[in-house]
Each structure stands twice: as C-alpha cells, then as structure tokens.
T-cell receptor, first 116, second 112 residues
Framework: KAGVTQTPRYLIKTRGQQVTLSCSPISGHRSVSWYQQTPGQGLQFLFEYFSETQRNKGNFPGRFSGRQFSNSRSEMNVSTLELGDSALYLC???????????????FGPGTRLTVT | GQNIDQPTEMTATEGAIVQINCTYQTSGFNGLFWYQQHAGEAPTFLSYNVLDGLEEKGRFSSFLSRSKGYSYLLLKELQMKDSASYLCAVRAYQTGANNLFFGTGTRLTVIP
C-alpha cells in the first residue's frame, strides 16, 4: 500500500506570491490534516478535511486555505507569502470514519517551502 | 486551548533505558500519541494510549494517567538509531471534531 505523497517536495517563492501544495492520502483514508512545522514552534495544526469538508481549523490567518477533492486528495494554498511562512508543511491521513474514534495519522514526507 | 509540555533535549547511553515525559492540559481528551521523527523526515507513529496504563510494543512502551494529565514513553535497550525527536500529541474532541495537538518534541541523543 502506497504511503502519503506530497508534491512538490521543495519550493522557493518570493514574498507576496502564492503557493499551492498537494497531498495524496493513503488509499481508503478519508481524513487529511495539514500541519506547519518550524524549529521554533514545532508542529502546528492548520486544518483537517474529511469527505471534502473542512472539519476543523487551527489558529492561522485566512491566507492559509485548503480543499479536498472527491478522491480524498487535498491541496492547501497560501496567498501573499511572508518570510515567516518558510516551514515544512506536512500532510497526514488517517482511517478516521468520522465516528469520534481515534486512529493514528500517517504523515507524508512534507513540502519544504522557503520564502525569500 | 491545549498545553503540552515535554523536555527539549535528553541524552542517554546506548543499551540503557530512557523515559521521556509529557504533561498536558486539554478539554475533550480523546487519546495520546507518541511519534518519532528523525531529522529531515516525517513523523512516524509509535504508540497510542486512550485508557490509563501501560502499552508495550517491543522496545518501546507508553504510559498514560488521564487524571494526572501525564504520559511517558519508555525506550529500552537504546540503539544509536533511536537518536531522534519524540513528539507527544494529544487528540482532543472539540467543536464536533477530533484534532491532534503536538508538543514541541524531545530531541534524544544516544551516545556510545
């Protein structure tokens, strides 16, 4: 079974630009979560999608958005990039069936975004 | 909000035992996970506790006390490859959904 894949793996953008990152979950997983990881803040939750609906959202500005497609693939978008957005963006999928029962998350390799 | 605390760094000797502690304060607690993350790699799942007690999985064990808001990860027979960051993550059921909140991680260095 293939793992979680993310594209691109590395990205360099300049301030003010926008960026779209893609995540393909493990087959059969309907829940996709996005995290931002920086050395100072650790892993911070961005948002979670389940069955094409944003189920929860972390404490990030509206410049960060996402969506999920019918095949569970997900994208996140960051508009008007700032230097502080430089980070590793991780996507994780889980077998969550929306019943409130917890399942472990499987992480993709991440997209390393550098904003100059 | 969530408050998850774990030591920033630890050092232990190859072959020894090390215990990494995690304390948390949260509403809607719905499980605690431990993840391992090697430098430059994605986190990988180690263990999951939702009830009080010890869960053992090979060289790794994890303990949970919900009343104390406390967990620990125990690593036995340390190997050099165990040098990594260990992330404590609390799942909380809030506003109709489960979310996972991570601590900042404990960087473990195993020395010969």
């Amino acid at each position: 079974k293939a793992g979680v894949t993310q594209t691109p793996r590395y990205l360099i953008k300049t301030r003010g630009q926008q960026v779209t990152l893609s995540c393909s979950p493990i087959s059969g997983h309907r829940s996709v979560s996005w995290y931002q990881q920086t050395p100072g803040q650790g892993l911070q939750f961005l948002f979670e999608y389940f069955s094409e609906t944003q189920r929860n959202k972390g404490n990030f500005p509206g410049r960060f958005s996402g969506r999920q497609f019918s095949n569970s693939r997900s994208e996140m978008n960051v508009s008007t990039l700032e230097l502080g957005d430089s980070a590793l963006y991780l996507c994780a999928s889980s077998l969550d069936r929306g019943t409130g029962v917890s399942y472990e998350q499987y992480f993709g390799p991440g997209t390393r975004l550098t904003v100059t | 909000g969530q408050n998850i605390d774990q030591p920033t760094e630890m050092t232990a000797t190859e072959g020894a035992i090390v215990q990494i502690n995690c304390t948390y304060q949260t509403s809607g607690f719905n499980g605690l996970f431990w993840y391992q993350q090697h430098a430059g790699e994605a986190p990988t799942f180690l263990s999951y506790n939702v009830l009080d007690g010890l869960e053992e999985k090979g060289r790794f064990s994890s303990f949970l006390s919900r009343s104390k808001g406390y967990s620990y990860l125990l690593l036995k027979e340390l190997q050099m490859k165990d040098s990594a960051s260990y992330l404590c993550a609390v799942r909380a059921y809030q506003t109709g959904a489960n979310n996972l909140f991570f601590g900042t991680g404990t960087r473990l260095t195993v020395i010969p």
